[in-house]
Structures are given as structure tokens and as C-alpha cells.
């Protein structure tokens, strides 16, 4: 049996959908602008340093960790 990627059991999970529900869930701090501008120009820098055979070698390991799961 495949378990849910949310964290608890039924109850709990059921609590959380309440608490969203009725506006009582903790609020999430919304990310720093900069902080997100940061990490998309290094995942565009690390793309351009790549060469075409390393890029299929993760591409390779990503497809063999996906079917592991």
C-alpha cells in the first residue's frame, strides 16, 4: 500500500483540512523576492556550465530514482 506523501494519520490530516477550512491554519511566511531572484540565476548559471553529457547523466539518475519510488 502506497502511504500519503502528508504527514500524520486520518485524523490529523482531517484536523489540518478543518483548521484550512476555517481560516484557523497557520499562515506560511511568503519568500523573499530576492532570496527566490538568487536561487533561479544560479539553476540558470549551473544550465549553462553543463555539458550536453553530464546534463544526460542526471537526467539518467532522476529517471532511475523516479522508478525506484
Same mark, same amino acid.
Do not use: F, H, N, Y
Given at each position: 500500500?502506497?502511504?500519503? @506523501?502528508?504527514?500524520?494519520?486520518?485524523?490529523?490530516?482531517?484536523?489540518? #483540512? #478543518? +483548521?484550512? =477550512?476555517?481560516?484557523?491554519?497557520?499562515? &506560511?511566511? @511568503?519568500?523573499? @523576492?530576492?532570496? #527566490?531572484?538568487?536561487? +533561479?540565476?544560479?539553476? /540558470?548559471?549551473?544550465?549553462? &556550465? /553543463?555539458? @550536453?553529457? *553530464? *546534463?544526460?547523466?542526471?537526467? &539518467?539518475? =532522476? *529517471?532511475?530514482?523516479?522508478?525506484? #519510488?
Amino acid at each position: 500500500m502506497k502511504r500519503s @506523501p502528508k504527514k500524520g494519520d486520518a485524523a490529523q490530516r482531517a484536523w489540518a #483540512v #478543518v +483548521q484550512e =477550512a476555517t481560516g484557523q491554519a497557520a499562515q &506560511t511566511k @511568503p519568500k523573499d @523576492p530576492a532570496a #527566490v531572484a538568487r536561487g +533561479q540565476k544560479g539553476g /540558470l548559471t549551473r544550465a549553462k &556550465t /553543463l555539458s @550536453p553529457e *553530464r *546534463r544526460r547523466q542526471i537526467a &539518467t539518475q =532522476a *529517471r532511475a530514482a523516479r522508478k525506484a #519510488v
